[in-house]
């Protein structure tokens, strides 16, 4: 089966992807990866640490079935991808102050300029993680396109509420995390530089 690699999310039909809000149980700390495509990422930070529930979001059917059926072969039952469009969506999945972490990991670059307004690190996403995130809670960014990670940066600096995890205008010198996405192994397999970025909610 061929799996699209770029989808436009502001296509008509996906505007009005049907779905329920998810039902995630009481307790453990939620971290969501944004774009999750196969999930390796939060399979990866499950074994790291199991206590948590993890959620992926992906606007590619197939990637999301084929992210579930891999979880439950894994016995990886605290990670859940769900087929949905984080452009509109996002605010039915979670309750507010819900989540501890978002990741958006490699996020599509869209280099042309009339098609900037797809990018996925703006001011109407972080305003809307800003509402389901915890006290606390952490946004991070990682790309190999330094265009992409100074978009983010700059949009993130000028969020109210958010403290850059490092200093003011800095990336990560390297992951907090053991657990890496395919496109990021690649990457440091290939000696390609990576751009990270992570943001703490303040406290109110």
């Known amino acids: 089966m061929r799996i699209r690699q770029h989808v436009n999310p502001l296509r008509a039909d ?26 390796q ?11 948590r529930f993890y959620v992926g979001v992906e606007i590619r059917r197939e990637l999301v079935e084929q ?11 605290q990670v859940h991808s769900v087929f949905a469009n984080i452009a509109v969506d996002l605010l039915r999945l979670f309750r507010p102050a819900r989540v501890a972490r978002f990741f958006v990991n ?36 990682a790309t190999d396109i330094f265009d992409i990670a100074l978009d983010a940066m700059a949009a993130l600096e000028r969020a109210e509420g958010f403290g850059n995890m490092r200093e003011p205008w800095s990336f990560l010198r390297r992951s907090p995390f053991a657990a890496r996405s395919r496109r990021e192994r690649r990457c440091e397999d290939l000696g390609i ?12």
């Open 106 to 141: 490699f996020p599509d670059p869209w280099f042309k300029q009339r098609q900037r307004k797809r990018r996925v690190v703006n001011e109407d996403l972080i305003g809307q993680m800003a509402l389901l995130l915890e006290a606390g809670g952490e946004i991070h960014v």
């Open 14 to 39: 996906f505007l009005e992807i049907a779905l329920e809000p998810l039902v995630l149980p009481a307790g453990p700390p939620v971290e969501v990866e944004l774009g999750s495509a196969d999930a």
């Open 193 to 204: 530089k990576i751009w990270r970025l992570a943001y703490r909610r303040q406290q109110a």
């Open 41 to 51: 990422f939060l399979q990866e930070r499950a074994v790291e640490e199991p206590r």
């Open 67 to 77: 992210a579930n059926r891999r979880c439950r072969r894994m016995g990886l039952s």
